[in-house]
């Protein structure tokens, strides 16, 4: 299985950036997509995730309904649309594919990223 994520970039706060990630290599129709961002001497974070099956959004509570993540089945992407964005945001962001689906797709706890099993390399997300 391969996650490549695209789309980061520096941008001003208030501005948006959408974050693309291409999934291959998996074939199964169960389990959760999630993105996860980290911040150097920080605590990885659970963002948002979706549980591939049924579609099911989880968000951080954090977020306050900026973000919005999303997934083309047909092209096995997965998006985070990101809008008003904040200083608050930089970090490196990781998409993320877990096999069996953890409760609320390990987003809303805080170890929630020891439930999946692949990882792309991340892309950066810096907002000045």
């Known amino acids: 299985v391969q996650l490549v994520e695209s789309g980061g970039g520096s941008v001003q706060a208030g501005g948006s950036l959408r974050l693309s990630c291409v999934a291959s290599g998996y074939t199964y129709s169960s389990g959760c997509m999630a993105w996860f961002r980290r911040v150097p001497g920080k605590e990885r974070e659970g963002v948002a995730g979706?549980?591939?099956?049924?579609?099911?959004?989880y968000y951080a509570d954090s977020l306050q309904g900026r973000f919005t993540i999303s997934r083309d089945s047909a092209n096995n992407t997965m998006y985070l649309q990101m809008d008003n964005l904040i200083p608050e945001d930089t970090a490196m962001y990781y998409c993320a594919l877990a096999a069996s689906a953890p409760g609320t797709c390990g987003i809303l706890t805080p170890d929630g990223w020891r439930q999946y099993n692949y990882w792309g390399q991340g892309t950066q997300v810096t907002v000045s």
């Open positions: 979706i549980v591939i099956r049924f579609g099911t959004r």
